[in-house]
């Protein structure tokens, strides 16, 4: 099992960035499909970004390609989410999400119910 903790989330105006952090503990050695997804209340939760721990290209959502990008440290125990060119859109909740299976990471759209470990979620505001 693993542990997860956000961080960076925050207020920003409509062109901005923010980078938001994903810390894991508990079983690291292992690989995960490990990510972002998102959601805004009333609404369904919607894949972000994911990569794979062990290697591989990462994938995006639709509403994020070009804007976003999703990274990890050397040790694999942190993924990042850079987000750039901020829309008001974006507002939501983020949750970084963790997946022993990789093919979580291949299943497009990303769907929430491959994910077993979620973080608490990080508030997003984008102000036009």
């Known amino acids: 099992q693993v542990q997860l903790s956000e961080s960076g989330g925050g207020s920003m105006e409509a062109g901005g960035s923010l980078r938001l952090s994903c810390g894991a503990s508990?079983?690291?050695?292992?690989?995960?499909?490990m990510g972002w997804f998102r959601q805004i209340p009333g609404k369904e939760r919607e894949g972000v970004a994911v990569l794979y721990t062990g290697g591989g290209s990462p994938d995006y959502g639709d509403s994020v390609k070009g804007r976003f990008t999703i990274s990890q440290e050397e040790d694999k125990n942190t993924v990042y989410l850079q987000m750039n060119s901020l829309k008001p859109e974006d507002t939501a909740i983020y949750y970084c999400?963790?997946?022993?299976?990789?093919?979580?990471?291949?299943?497009?759209?990303?769907?929430?119910?491959?994910?077993?470990?979620w973080g608490q979620g990080t508030q997003v505001a984008v102000s036009s």
């Open positions: 508990g079983d690291t050695n292992s690989r995960y499909c």
């Open positions: 999400v963790a997946a022993p299976n990789p093919l979580a990471c291949y299943s497009l759209p990303l769907d929430p119910r491959d994910f077993d470990y």
